[in-house]
């Protein structure tokens, strides 16, 4: 076991050569290495990249050249500087239009030069740490942006792909298309059907070679198709043409007004600064899935991505290069690839480098419609039908289709500036927009505030509240996540002066949401969780008078809830709650049910799966029995429910993990336990003998003991609890379905623990012998002592 030792001082009367007795021999110099994972990641992003930066370049109308360089300065500056180790950077589609914009009205070098001035920029506002505030722009203004930005790519390149030559803008982009339709070229036609045939069949091939054969980049598969059938059929097309690296043009300084200039670089750097902050939160989300490498590459340093970026701008269009930004495709192909570090995105602009220095024959070869087919291709994908519903789900569809039309119709910063004032604008209409309406249901008084409740909503509710009889029945429902301290006061002042003439009053609010109320409620001071105690503050003697056991145990007199506080907590259901999930409930009728997750556990009243989890609706696939027993195949004597369900989540829903869930003071574990050979079989007898082997496996003293990190288990009954999950887990194995779906590698087991006295779960992560731990900042696990 290797310790951390301080180092020493030299001491110049030693040779350099010695050292100290019983000292550590001197540390070898870290050697360079790159791993295998890195170097098969890298060039699976090279051959993604190597199409579509030559793709992007095209659709500028900068020399294709560009689109190289930009390429491997992204992948070897962004990738070496930047915060985001798996992020790959390089020319972008989201930046397409803007670059396109720039070349027609300042040219070709001084593009270069404001591409500098936006690295430069990206390079102060590093510096000043403000990365985190990019983010702060609404998601319906970004994906409205890449989806005009998308538009305006397929529209142009729809001209190139038929043949033609696109014009300046979109509306002429638009009337020309039906005669550029008219002068179809047959050639570029047949080479960009061709492309996009290859490039969405590709991905669809089906069995075991299909497999394969999908490991290469279908965007490479679908050029090298459409070179090499061009070229064996000798067609007469445009071609790439990579002049001479000797005549590339590098920056030069851009001529013009002084604002128009800013704002260029406002722009170029506003769409690099976003598109490259937000790539790096999706990529830390890639990432949080591989586990095995989590922990090694850490979350993306955000300021220290920005700067990456903005060296990389520097860089890129000092050399000639376009402007360079986080590329989604690219990065997510990396972390899919298996990269470990940085070195990946690194090599994969290593290999650039070397395509664009000896494969310039090569490269000459593809024609100029397969290139704009897969550009075009990419715009439209850009144009997201998951980000219109989600936007939509959200009630921010406006704003997205508002920036998609500016950003059409009028440029990238002008669509931007429109989305940003539409989103201002949505959210004050929201904060000032509040319904109040008064009813009565028999003899109690709802009043219902729809909306945040602000001082400009206060004479509406004072008017509603003085409409409510002396001594009468209120229920005040308040669904809003904002109360003001105007409207506070104004509510409690009328609520005491209602109290105080002999009414009574109940303020209510969002299923689920807190929302700020006064104090000194004279009737109820229920919660919405307050069910969960069987609203003890209506009758404060059932507190006293019940005393709780495992849950599997009912103790004669034990008060239980009344048919009328079912209906009460019913009824606060269709009020409080079901508006708020009847969207999503409504899409899982549609759809169906695709849970990840088979979650089996005690029929215990305390034990709530969707809370102890954080899960929704179709999240979990839950079967609950007395004891959370697994029967053994062949030992269900007629009741195979349990196998049944095992069988359907594996088989049918297709589930990736099954978890058995036990808790503390199980009655049934106390059953096991307390139970005498003879008597009488009932029912529950019968059942729990599905637990005998945990108790035998407890009483094998041969046999490890599963316990709790920092404690021995409480008691015996703890003890065969915890037993208890491990030998489960252990017949689920028996089950046919589910060893099948582990030789396959498509399930995976997992135990768990739930302390019910101490809020505390305990999850056993890796098979029969590794930890259970519970929530950060907890140090709690089970252990097999070794």
Known sequence: MSACVPTRAADPTRPAHTHQPHSPPPTPPRRFRIESADLSASIAVFLIALPLSLGIALATGAPLQAGLVAAAVGGLVAGRVGGSALQVSGPAAGLTVVTAELIQHYGWRATCGITVLAGLTQLGLGCLRVARTALAVSPAIVHGMLAGIGVTIAVAQLHIVLGGVPQSSVLDNLVGLPDQVARTQPAAVSMSVLTLVLLFAWPRLPGRTGRLLRKVPAALVAVAGATATASLAGLTLPRVDLPSWSSHALAGLPEGPVLGVAAAVLTVTLVCSVQSLLGAVAVDKLVSARPEIQARVGRSALDRELLGQGAANVVSGALGGLPVAGVAVRSSANVQAGAVSRNSTMLHGVFVVVAALLMVPILELIPLASLAALVMAVGIQMVSLHHIRTVTRHREVLVYAVTTLGVVFLGVLEGVALGVAVAVGVALHRLTRTRITHEEKGGVHHVRVRGQLTFLAVPRLSRALHLIPRGADTVVEL????????????????????????????????????????????????????????????????????????????????????????????????????????????????????????????????????????????????????????????????????????????????????????????????????????????????????????????????????????????????????????????????????????????????????????????????????????????????????
């Not at 969002?510 to 009758?539: F, K, L, Q, V, Y």
């Not at 079967?623 to 049944?644: F, H, I, Q, T, W």
């Not at 305990?762 to 002592?785: C, K, M, Q, S, T």
Request: with cysteine.
């Open 479 to 786: 669904d809003g996540s904002f109360m003001d301290h105007a409207a506070y006061e104004s509510l409690q002042d009328w609520q005491s002066g209602h109290c105080a003439q002999g009414g009574t009053v109940e303020i209510t609010g969002r299923a689920g949401t807190r929302i700020a109320e006064p104090a000194d409620s004279a009737h109820c001071r229920c919660r919405p969780w307050t069910p969960w105690r069987n609203h003890h503050c209506e009758d404060p003697s059932a507190m006293e008078s019940t005393t709780r056991s495992g849950g599997d145990d009912q103790e004669a007199g034990e008060p239980r809830p009344s048919g009328h506080q079912l209906a009460r907590g019913i009824s606060a259901f269709q009020r409080n709650t079901a508006p708020l999930v009847r969207e999503e409930l409504a899409r899982l009728a549609r759809e169906g049910q695709r849970p990840s997750q088979l979650f089996l556990t005690c029929a215990d009243s305390r034990l709530v799966t969707s809370m102890i989890t954080s899960s929704g609706p179709g999240d979990l696939f839950v079967v609950r029995n007395v004891g959370n027993l697994v029967p053994l195949p062949g030992e269900e004597s007629g009741d195979d429910s349990v196998a049944a369900a095992i069988e359907y989540a594996v088989d049918v829903l297709k589930v990736r993990s099954i978890t058995v869930c036990g808790h503390s003071g199980c009655g049934a574990m106390q059953a096991l336990l307390a139970s005498e050979p003879g008597g009488a079989l009932t029912p529950l007898r019968r059942w729990l003998r599905h637990g005998r082997p945990s108790v035998e496996r407890m009483a094998d003293a041969d046999r490890p003991k599963p316990r709790l990190t920092g404690r021995e288990p409480a008691d015996t009954v703890e003890q065969l609890c915890l037993t208890n999950v491990v030998q489960q887990l252990e017949h689920l194995r028996a089950h046919d379905s589910v060893a099948r779906a582990l030789r396959e590698g498509a399930l995976e087991l997992h135990g768990m623990y739930f302390h019910v006295g101490e809020a505390q779960a305990y999850l056993l992560a890796d098979g029969l012998e590794a930890e259970l731990f519970g929530h950060v900042g907890a140090a709690a696990d089970l252990r097999h002592p070794a």
